[in-house]
């Protein structure tokens, strides 16, 4: 069998570590192609090396833009990449401009598309990706759904005859990093200011939602300035260029900021940490699986399997604004009660490459192939 991967940001390049591992332990051929929507070392090449990612046999360089021009760009770039491997699955990921580029390209040339993280919804329609991933699951041949939830939403949807619950490829790199890290016993890498042996937060703001509206970045940037631990700020570019373009200080009060951390270091800060505040959907699992409390700077979650037993918490646009309960949620300690596992044992790469090894067998078998 032979696999396409379209990849192009982080949280992509993190979940294609186990799947890539899956795929070549089987003996299946895996092509990968970057878009290139992440360029910046520390949010790409990090990840590469890091998680031992076999390095992409095509790039396609397509950097920033808006999003008809990036989502265009991968698109158009996509075509002969495509026409010349003829793969019997490309294999998208996640929510991402990179996502619905690469199911688009690949429906267009009537080639199989398996989309991997299906059916997660915020209900947001302001969110880009929600666009993303509504479009992608309705463009896809097959969709691999990493929870129960998820199934339920393509199932309302009229996807389910083509949905499989597989689990959450995330778990399976987050515990085997989790264990590498506390095996070597690794003292997390914190901006300068913050003690690792101290009581501290960790934080990310990278959401357009959050970032580009400037008096929601404000009200923010006044937030974790305010919080009673130091805050280690792990700032994405996007976070940095628009606090910049709005005149918003974020060094101040419990802040301090530090570059993204590549992923073996994430675990190690946040496994360090009394808690997280962020905006991300991996970081708020992430947290979740390693048993720290999460603050998510949103009104929704689309994994609402973390709020159970209150290790997540959301915090809307209003209560920003009130500092005592802002500052109540966010340094809360631990809950008591032990997490459940609602995203599966830490298998479900394994379960990937056999899921779309079966579904081509049956389409070999039907002729359709
Ligand atoms: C993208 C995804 C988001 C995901 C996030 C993970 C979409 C619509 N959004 O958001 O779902 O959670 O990746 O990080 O696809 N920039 C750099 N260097 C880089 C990449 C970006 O400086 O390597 C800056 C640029 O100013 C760019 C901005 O960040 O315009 C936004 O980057 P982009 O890839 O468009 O979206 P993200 O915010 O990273």
């Not at 990849?7 to 979940?15: D, E, I, T």
């Not at 294609?16 to 990968?32: D, E, K, M, T, Y």
């Not at 998510?296 to 005592?324: I, K, S, Y």
Request: charged share 20%.
């Amino acid at each position: 069998m032979k696999v396409l991967s379209v990849v192009g940001a982080r949280p992509q390049l993190v979940k294609l570590a186990p799947v890539a591992g899956a795929l070549s332990q089987a003996g299946h051929r895996h092509v990968i192609v970057h878009t290139g929507q992440h360029y910046d070392a520390d949010l790409s090449d990090v990840f590469f090396t890091g998680l031992g990612i076999p390095a992409p046999e095509v790039h396609l360089g397509i950097g920033s833009g808006s999003h008809g021009v990036q989502t265009g760009g991968v698109l158009a770039a996509l075509d002969p990449v495509l026409a010349a491997e003829r793969p019997d699955w490309v294999l998208v990921y996640g929510d991402t401009n990179s996502t619905l580029a690469g199911a688009v390209a690949a429906v267009k040339q009537q080639l199989p598309v398996a989309h991997l993280e299906a059916g997660l919804r915020s209900f947001n329609r302001r969110m880009p990706e929600e666009h993303n991933r509504v479009l992608t699951d309705h463009a896809a041949d097959l969709l691999l759904a990493p929870t129960a939830e998820a199934m339920r939403h393509l199932a309302a949807e009229g996807l389910a005859e083509r949905s499989v619950l597989v689990g959450d490829v995330m778990v399976d790199v987050c515990l085997r990093v989790r264990d590498a890290v506390q095996a070597e016993r690794r003292v997390p890498t914190l901006p300068e200011g913050i003690a690792p042996d101290r009581p501290y937060l960790v934080a990310t703001v990278h959401r357009a939602e959050n970032t580009d509206d400037p008096k929601r970045l404000a009200a923010l940037a006044d937030a974790l300035a305010a919080l009673p631990l130091p805050v280690a700020l792990l700032a994405h570019p996007r976070l940095l260029a628009r606090a910049r373009e709005h005149g918003v200080e974020l060094a101040r009060g419990a802040v301090r900021v530090g570059r993204p951390l590549p992923y073996a270091e994430l675990v190690a800060a946040v496994l360090g940490a009394a808690g997280v505040v962020t905006d991300s959907g991996g970081l708020q699992k992430e947290a979740y699986l390693l048993g720290r409390p999460c603050t998510t700077l949103r009104p929704e979650t689309e994994w609402p399997e973390t709020l159970a037993g209150g290790w997540n918490a959301l915090v809307p646009d209003p209560q920003l604004l009130t500092a005592a309960a802002w500052t109540a949620t966010a340094a809360r300690p631990a809950p008591r009660q032990p997490t459940a596992a609602p995203y599966g044992d830490g298998r479900a790469a394994g379960r990937v490459a056999q899921v779309l090894a079966e579904h081509l067998r049956r389409r070999e078998l039907s002729g359709t192939s």
